[in-house]
């Protein structure tokens, strides 16, 4: 049985090294099993995989950022731009 080498290593380096899609759909997984906020789901996932924060934003694709940025005005960490919001 041949085992095709380069098959494997794609394998684990995809595993291993996270892309903007990969980590958005992990933070979505977490807020979907652990009933948190994107937030708090974004710390958990890096102190659980021992990941600087620092390191994150540039991991975040568009449509996270906009959950995360509604999920901010909501809370008061950010000022509304503007009356109209959209209901979810």
Do not use: G
Not at 9 to 19: G, H, M
Not at 37 to 47: K, L, M, P, S, V
Request: aromatic content about 10%.
């Amino acid at each position: 049985m041949e085992i095709d080498y380069k098959k494997e290593l794609s394998k684990e380096i995809e595993s291993k090294f996270l892309c903007p899609s990969k980590f958005a759909q992990e933070i979505e997984d977490i807020v979907k099993d652990e009933s948190v906020n994107y937030i708090d789901a974004i710390i958990f996932f890096c102190e659980k995989n021992k990941i600087d924060l620092d390191s994150i934003p540039k991991l975040i694709p568009k449509p996270l950022k906009e959950k995360i940025k509604c999920e901010a005005i909501d809370l008061n960490f950010l000022k509304r731009t503007s009356r109209a919001k959209l209901k979810f």
